[in-house]
């Protein structure tokens, strides 16, 4: 086994002999003690499989671990469940290392090629590639975004159920102007909106992983205030029928945000645009699945 580096990524690739070498084992091992040394128990990972397999395990999906086992496993695309059938064969990061390291009493394979994270050591990547001759066999693993579960049970908390795409617009109903609040343009803007991993921030926020795509400048005739760098979070607060959604995060005196509650698979309310006077834009906002 020889081993390279490649950007961001440690990786260690069998070209002959044992499918995994001692050299291998022992960059394992490294790889094993950053992953224990992550600071948390419980965890969240999104993971998908390039095999002959059940389709849930070729999508991407967001894998949450508590006490060592798979608790819930959701697609990263719609946000949906993966059933309970399928979701006993998605793998955790400890099962991962495992597939690795018996890699050399596997008779079937002849190489392995393993790529880990260099900061939290899980594996990034592991093909196993069949011996000559072995139709339809091998298999390839691929694991990112590692993150601490919030400690909120995933079926206690309303807010998971915004993991997915959303088709989101917002209108322009009113803007402030120098005499005071004025009827706005009532022009409409649509665009993206995808919620990605929740997880409590340093702040104790319960913040989503996200990205918003979204045009504002022909709606309010100049750019959305505090909107580029484009967010990659999103603070959501409230309750069911009470949904608050910060778009910009931390942002001070600038930035925006809505606030509405769910109706079928919609969620309707008002958004606003604020500044160090106070809001200086708002309207009407919609999500819908």
């Known amino acids: 086994m020889r081993w390279y580096a490649v950007p961001m990524l440690l990786a260690v690739t069998t070209t002959c002999g044992t499918p995994v070498s001692p050299s291998g084992l022992w960059q394992l091992a490294e790889a094993e003690a950053r992953w224990a040394a992550r600071g948390y128990a419980d965890y969240a990972i999104e993971a998908r499989e390039g095999c002959f397999c059940p389709p ?23 946000g949906t469940d993966v059933p309970d059938e399928d979701r006993r064969l998605f793998p955790t990061v400890e099962s991962l290392f495992d597939v690795i390291r018996r890699g050399n009493d596997q008779d079937w394979i002849k190489e392995v090629t393993v790529e880990f994270d260099p900061e939290l050591g899980f594996p990034t990547r592991v093909v196993l590639r069949p011996q000559d001759g072995i139709v339809d066999g091998g298999a390839a693993f691929y694991m ?51 919620v990605l991993d929740p997880a409590t921030d340093p702040w104790g926020e319960f913040v989503v992983r996200s990205s918003i795509d979204v045009d504002f400048e022909p709606m309010l005739e100049r750019p ?18 009470d949904v608050r959604l910060s778009f910009t995060p931390h942002a001070a005196d600038c930035g925006f945000s809505a606030h509405g509650a769910f109706a079928g698979d919609s969620i309707i309310g008002s958004w606003s645009e604020t500044s160090f006077i106070g809001p200086v834009a708002k309207g009407r906002f919609r999500m819908r699945r």
């Open 224 to 241: 959305m205030s505090c909107f580029d760098p484009r967010p990659v979070s999103t603070v959501i607060e409230g309750a069911e029928d």
């Open 56 to 78: 849930a395990l070729n999508e991407w999906s967001r894998v949450e671990v508590v006490d060592g086992l798979v608790d819930r496993v959701t697609v990263v695309a719609t």
């Open 144 to 194: 990112r975004n590692a993150t601490a579960l919030s400690g909120v049970p995933a079926e206690a908390d309303w807010r998971r159920n915004l993991i997915g795409t959303w088709a989101i617009e917002f209108r322009l109903d009113s803007v402030l102007g120098s005499t005071g609040w004025k009827q706005g343009s009532l022009e409409t803007t649509t665009g993206t909106f995808q």
